[in-house]
């Protein structure tokens, strides 16, 4: 069969960060049906959130190792595969094992997060890779699909669940597994393309020896915490400071920190062209901390207010990640998968140290979601105050930022080339 166009992998990979949405956010909306109906105790279901962040880490760390040597195509289509097996294992597995149903949510989880790792480390490099005049918008555009994911999923999984019922659950996870599934058929035929030349990129102890990779690390991980620190509280904080319904509070809390974080990166990507992207990153993270005093000290009068600081929040952490991945790109250009791998890594730390800290932060001081977050204000303030005093520019005439030697990175620089434009990767 004749290949697609580069426009195909493109749609692939937008595909991709929706599959990342569902096995991200339609477990997690079943967890008081688990508990009801199973008798899955909530610290257990908290776990299964622990194996799915975890196994994603294990994913992020190994795939630096065994990406380039495999291949992405045939990583990307397993990665998808995972991804729409375990949907289909979270619908089955419970039942099958029902004396132990929580074994099969463990099982199932596990292989969908495997999927979930494989995406996240594959689909930003190649987007990076695929030619395109304006890599930072691409790279925008990309992460704002992970949004309308989001809200496609809270949305429509809460209109199936109204209309037939929560106890026909498992027929919609069949369904949304069928996205995943399909996107697997898709990379079989779409072209690849490679971040950096076969053998070029750089290895992992090359990477660990670079000043401004750590520096990437650091801001990732805080643009990760930032997201999930309100992110997975949304709902939350919609009901303690609203008084609402559940059901009205994932609509109110999920729904419109995602839309905002998605319109903020639909908007980045049309206009960001214009805005040097360290500024972009300075005002991102200054415009959070503004968003988390909304959520943290509102009148208690006003509850509004803090609902709409969710929404400011959204709104700005919405470049933090995509935008750290395009100047680390830009910055240390020969990074290749092993860099696009362990900044996944440091991003998936600083989501799981982001949300939890809330929370226990949250119970420390007698269950007030608000103090948590105020807490929550020292990572856009450090994320601010490392670009401010960093000195990173948007390129480096050297690959590896000059940190090693083109003789012992056996990278040479490569200066005029279009990024962007190798071969497509090799069948």
């Not at 980045?268 to 992207?277: C, E, Y």
Request: charged share 10%; hydrophobic share 55%.
């Amino acid at each position: 069969m004749k290949q697609l166009s580069p426009r195909h992998t493109v749609a692939a990979c937008y595909t991709g960060y929706v599959t990342q949405a569902i096995i991200g956010n339609f477990a997690p909306l079943l967890f008081v049906m688990f508990n009801q109906s199973y008798g899955v105790s909530l610290s257990l279901l908290g776990l299964m959130i622990t194996v799915n962040f975890g196994t994603q880490l294990l994913v992020d760390l190994l795939a630096a190792r065994f990406v380039d040597k495999i291949g992405y195509r045939p990583c990307m289509v397993a990665a998808h595969i995972f991804a729409g097996g375990g949907l289909v294992l979270l619908a089955v597995l419970p039942n099958v094992l029902s004396s132990a149903p929580a074994a099969g949510l463990f099982v199932a989880s596990a292989v969908y997060a495997v999927g979930g790792g494989l995406i996240e480390v594959l689909v930003s490099p190649v987007i990076e890779a695929c030619p395109s005049k304006n890599k930072k918008a691409a790279m925008s555009l990309l992460h704002s699909f992970y949004c309308w994911g989001q809200v496609a999923v809270v949305a429509l999984s809460t209109l199936f669940f109204v209309l037939a019922g929560i106890d026909n659950w498992a027929i919609l996870a069949c369904v949304w597994a069928a996205v995943p599934l399909l996107n697997a058929v898709y990379f079989c035929f779409v072209p690849m393309f490679r971040p950096v030349e076969e053998g070029q990129g750089l290895r992992i102890p090359q990477l660990l020896r670079t000043p401004s990779f750590w520096l990437f690390a650091v801001l990732v991980a805080c643009a990760g915490a930032a997201e999930l620190a309100v992110g997975q509280w949304a709902s939350a904080f919609a009901e303690e400071g609203l008084g609402v319904s559940k059901t009205l509070g994932d609509l109110l809390g999920p729904c419109l920190f995602a839309v905002m974080m998605g319109l903020a990166r639909v908007g980045f990507s049309l206009f960001g062209k214009r805005v040097p992207i360290k500024p972009a990153l300075m005002i991102a993270a200054a415009g959070c901390a503004g968003g988390y005093c909304l959520c943290a000290f509102a009148p208690a009068s006003i509850p509004w207010l803090g609902l709409v600081g969710c929404g400011v929040v959204g709104l700005f952490v919405a470049v933090m990640w995509p935008g750290t991945f395009s100047f680390a790109s830009e910055r240390i250009p020969a990074g290749g998968t092993a860099m696009f791998a362990l900044l996944a890594l440091a991003g998936d730390l600083g989501c799981t140290a982001g949300g939890s800290a809330v929370g226990a932060l949250a119970d420390a001081f007698g269950g007030n979601i608000r103090t948590g977050i105020a807490f929550g204000l020292i990572v856009p303030s450090l994320m601010f105050f490392v670009l401010l005093f960093s000195g990173l520019r948007k390129k480096s005439k050297l690959p590896l930022a000059g940190a090693l030697t083109a003789e012992k990175s056996g990278v040479q620089a490569e200066k005029g080339e279009e990024r962007g434009s190798a071969p497509p990767e090799e069948e």
